[in-house]
């Protein structure tokens, strides 16, 4: 090994190093399920901010939207704004709502808990049908980091992509496993600044090859200009309304997703949110503006097309910097991708224990043995993720768009419903979890007109109506 593959080792056992003791302190203040959970609900503005935007901002955000960008120049743009719009609505609209629902609904730790009881689900079965569809659609969104993760240890270090994913997934798992939701809170702090910082440094130098912004634009032109025109895609041909809206619909997905609306059920007060709102909004805004960027100042740089898109932040980090900031900013990869997973496999453990083993086999379980439960319930289900993400071929934007899709489906209408609308009752919140899940789970496969269509939009707009219509035809009960 060189000095500087050395030297960029050095920086990610050093940051490795760091993450694993933060689990460890972690673990040390975790007593019961809700800290294990929720943090025990003490999170502050910055943690809370910062957390629920790097657990949504994974790997794809410093691997899938470059690549995006550096193969369809700015048609990126309206994934992006669709993006942007849906964070700054999720927090104006769920979060301070969200925090003192949960809490008035039996102190409910997880989303499925929650509809469980706003809805007064004696059953059990929302709580069981919705976990389901949790633990589903978070194996396809593990594995999306998985992939990301084992195309960076692929890249950096020449490791075997089976042996890349392992290491990650490794690691993952020790500190979500321990330290449960203040680790995995607590590093995202750390880790979202550290992407920001990232993402915006790389398109900064890497003007300076292309002799600055006209430099870069004269260049990107002269390769194909359609790059520069977010009404066409790539070969020139325009971009229809069922790609605009698929690209915009994006936004939708922020109510269902089990993690982000995690982070607002934990924050200490809602007195916070706003401020944590603005925190995280101007998170995303510079993080998206920035991974674009990046993307669109690849297309230059490499006038040979990369084989792989997604790895044009990784090449560019590599031509750039002194191999100590390069590993830093690869890091940051590894960031990215450890700050979701490990919130995915969190929420997926904590589907599993509190809303399916508690309910259907150990209603008596004491906290301990549920806290033992998840860990266990970590180390499986990142196992199954794991087994999912060995396709080195796997594009990592395609296995976040399915699994966001169908979280967005099956929960972002009941979710805002439950807190705007009185007429919901407990079958219109079953029959809008179930339709939209499964709906997302059929459309996908479909191709040609208006099956082009991101599965969100009819996912989410079957699921609102079948919300309104069920409720209103069960209204006596």
């Given at each position: 090994?060189?000095?500087?593959?050395?030297?960029?080792?050095?920086?990610?056992?050093?940051?490795?190093?760091?993450?694993?003791?933060?689990?460890?302190?972690?673990?040390?203040?975790?007593?019961?399920?809700?800290?294990f959970?929720?943090?025990g609900?003490?999170?502050?503005?910055?943690?809370?901010?910062?957390?629920?935007?790097?657990?949504?901002?994974?790997?794809?955000?410093?691997?899938?939207?470059?690549?995006?960008?550096?193969?369809?120049?700015?048609?990126?743009?309206?994934?992006?704004v669709?993006?942007?719009?849906?964070?700054?609505?999720?927090?104006?609209?769920?979060?301070?709502?969200?925090?003192?629902a949960?809490?008035?609904?039996?102190?409910?730790?997880?989303?499925?808990?929650?509809?469980?009881?706003?809805?007064?689900?004696?059953?059990?079965?929302?709580?069981?049908?919705?976990?389901?569809?949790?633990?589903?659609?978070?194996?396809?969104?593990?594995?999306?980091?998985?992939?990301?993760?084992?195309?960076?240890?692929?890249?950096?270090?020449?490791?075997?992509?089976?042996?890349?994913?392992?290491?990650?997934?490794?690691t993952?798992?020790?500190?979500?496993?321990?330290?449960?939701?203040?680790?995995?809170?607590?590093?995202?702090?750390?880790?979202?600044?550290?992407m920001?910082?990232?993402?915006?440094?790389?398109?900064?130098?890497a003007?300076?090859?292309?002799?600055?912004?006209?430099?870069?634009?004269?260049?990107?032109?002269?390769?194909?200009?359609?790059?520069?025109?977010p009404?066409?895609?790539?070969?020139?041909?325009?971009?229809?309304?069922?790609?605009?809206?698929?690209?915009?619909?994006?936004?939708?997905?922020?109510?269902g997703?089990?993690?982000?609306?995690?982070?607002?059920?934990?924050?200490?007060?809602?007195?916070?949110?706003?401020?944590?709102?603005?925190?995280?909004?101007?998170?995303?805004?510079?993080t998206?503006?920035?991974?674009?960027?990046?993307?669109?100042?690849?297309?230059?740089?490499?006038?040979?097309?990369?084989?792989?898109?997604?790895?044009?932040?990784?090449?560019?980090?590599d031509?750039?910097?002194?191999?100590?900031?390069?590993?830093?900013?690869?890091?940051?990869?590894?960031?990215?991708?450890?700050?979701?997973a490990?919130?995915?496999?969190?929420?997926?453990s904590?589907?599993?224990?509190?809303?399916?083993y508690?309910?259907?086999?150990?209603?008596?379980?004491?906290?301990?043995?549920?806290?033992?439960?998840?860990r266990?319930?970590?180390?499986?289900?990142?196992?199954?993720?794991?087994?999912?993400?060995?396709?080195?071929?796997?594009?990592?934007?395609?296995?976040?768009?399915?699994a966001?899709?169908?979280?967005?489906?099956?929960?972002?209408?009941?979710?805002?419903?439950?807190?705007y609308?009185?007429?919901?009752?407990?079958?219109g919140?079953?029959?809008?979890?179930?339709v939209?899940?499964?709906?997302?789970?059929?459309?996908k496969?479909?191709e040609?007109?208006?099956?082009?269509l991101?599965?969100?939009?009819?996912?989410?707009?079957?699921?609102?109506?079948?919300?309104?219509?069920?409720?209103?035809?069960?209204?006596?009960?």
């Amino acid at each position: 090994m060189d000095n500087g593959a050395l030297l960029v080792a050095l920086t990610f056992v050093g940051y490795l190093a760091v993450i694993l003791v933060i689990g460890i302190i972690a673990w040390r203040r975790t007593r019961d399920l809700s800290d294990f959970i929720l943090g025990g609900r003490r999170l502050g503005s910055w943690v809370t901010a910062l957390s629920a935007s790097a657990s949504d901002m994974s790997g794809w955000l410093l691997l899938g939207l470059p690549g995006y960008a550096y193969a369809a120049g700015l048609e990126s743009i309206w994934l992006a704004v669709g993006l942007l719009l849906g964070t700054w609505l999720n927090w104006r609209l769920v979060a301070a709502p969200l925090r003192s629902a949960s809490e008035r609904a039996g102190n409910a730790l997880t989303l499925p808990q929650y509809l469980s009881n706003r809805f007064h689900d004696d059953s059990g079965l929302i709580r069981v049908v919705s976990s389901l569809f949790v633990l589903l659609f978070f194996l396809f969104y593990t594995s999306s980091g998985l992939v990301a993760g084992g195309k960076l240890f692929e890249a950096v270090f020449g490791l075997p992509y089976v042996w890349a994913v392992a290491v990650g997934t490794l690691t993952i798992i020790l500190y979500t496993a321990f330290g449960g939701f203040l680790a995995v809170s607590w590093t995202d702090l750390f880790q979202g600044l550290l992407m920001a910082a990232a993402l915006v440094a790389v398109p900064i130098f890497a003007l300076s090859l292309t002799g600055g912004v006209n430099g870069a634009l004269t260049a990107i032109e002269l390769q194909n200009a359609e790059l520069l025109n977010p009404f066409s895609n790539a070969e020139g041909d325009a971009l229809g309304v069922i790609a605009i809206v698929s690209l915009l619909a994006w936004g939708l997905g922020y109510f269902g997703q089990p993690h982000i609306l995690a982070r607002f059920k934990a924050v200490r007060d809602v007195s916070l949110v706003p401020q944590a709102r603005r925190i995280a909004v101007t998170w995303v805004f510079i993080t998206l503006t920035a991974a674009c960027l990046v993307g669109m100042s690849g297309i230059p740089v490499f006038e040979t097309p990369l084989a792989d898109t997604e790895k044009v932040f990784i090449h560019l980090v590599d031509l750039l910097f002194h191999p100590l900031i390069a590993g830093i900013c690869l890091a940051a990869i590894l960031a990215a991708v450890m700050s979701t997973a490990d919130s995915q496999l969190l929420v997926s453990s904590s589907a599993f224990t509190g809303d399916i083993y508690r309910v259907l086999f150990r209603k008596a379980a004491s906290e301990r043995e549920l806290v033992l439960v998840g860990r266990l319930a970590v180390l499986t289900i990142a196992g199954v993720a794991f087994l999912l993400a060995m396709n080195p071929e796997n594009k990592v934007l395609d296995l976040v768009a399915y699994a966001w899709a169908g979280f967005g489906a099956a929960f972002g209408p009941a979710v805002l419903l439950s807190l705007y609308w009185r007429g919901m009752n407990r079958w219109g919140a079953l029959a809008g979890i179930l339709v939209g899940g499964i709906t997302v789970v059929i459309w996908k496969p479909l191709e040609g007109g208006l099956f082009d269509l991101y599965e969100i939009v009819p996912g989410f707009t079957a699921s609102l109506l079948a919300i309104l219509l069920v409720s209103r035809l069960t209204r006596s009960d």
